[in-house]
């Protein structure tokens, strides 16, 4: 992709449970890797494995001081300027992941996904599409204590400490108010694929229009 070739841009943000990373999944399977590739705000926190059990607790990783921002913002932007970017997977302190090395390749369709990226001013004005993904709190929160558990190995009095102090604080301060401007906003609150399948289909039989 030249310089002057800029891709479409599709931001996608959502509350913790709202189902964003099966979205996420289902919108990418519509186009193959050269068509679309996905750069995640997730794999830019600043680390902080070198703290202890207890600081980690209490370290609040849901605040947009968390996030290496420039590096973020520099790497969006290499691959508008058609530049592959190399960046280690983040594992959230999980012991037994071994990171990988991701391989970011530039391609006509951008999409880039994380809790800030509506709140950074200089990456909200690149997207040329906003989607916002919610969920109930009840229902979110059982996602969540799902998710953080089982995958990632957390203790349930950690969860919910960090839900109630740190999770549900940072969505309504920094994600909530940029609802209203978003393009499409999906209230997933039931555990159906074919809900989401839905949306992904529909989107993408538009973005097939643009990129022929």
């Not at 280690?88 to 951008?110: G, S």
């Amino acid at each position: 992709m030249s310089e002057i070739d800029k891709p479409y841009v599709i931001g996608i943000a959502g509350s913790s449970g709202s189902g964003k990373t099966f979205f996420l999944k289902s919108f990418l399977d519509h186009f193959s890797e050269d068509e679309i590739t996905l750069i995640s705000q997730d794999d830019y926190y600043i680390p902080a494995n070198t703290k202890t059990k207890e600081e980690n607790r209490l370290y609040n990783f849901d605040l947009p001081t968390s996030i290496d921002r420039a590096t973020f913002y520099k790497h969006i932007s290499d691959l508008f300027e058609g530049r592959t970017v190399f960046k280690e997977e983040y594992t959230f302190n999980n012991p037994d992941l071994k990171p990988k090395m991701l391989e970011i390749k530039p391609a006509h369709i951008l999409v880039v996904e994380g809790l800030f990226i509506f709140h950074y001013e200089e990456i909200n004005q690149l997207l040329d599409y906003r989607i916002f993904l919610d969920a109930d709190e009840p229902i979110a929160l059982r996602r969540r204590l799902k998710r953080d558990l089982v995958e990632r190995g957390y203790d349930e009095e950690d969860v919910m400490y960090k839900w109630i102090n740190h999770v549900v604080p940072s969505y309504n301060e920094y994600l909530l108010p940029h609802k209203e401007e978003c393009d499409l906003v999906i209230r997933n609150n039931v555990d159906d694929p074919l809900v989401i399948q839905t949306f992904t289909n529909d989107i993408a039989k538009e973005l097939r229009k643009r990129i022929g």
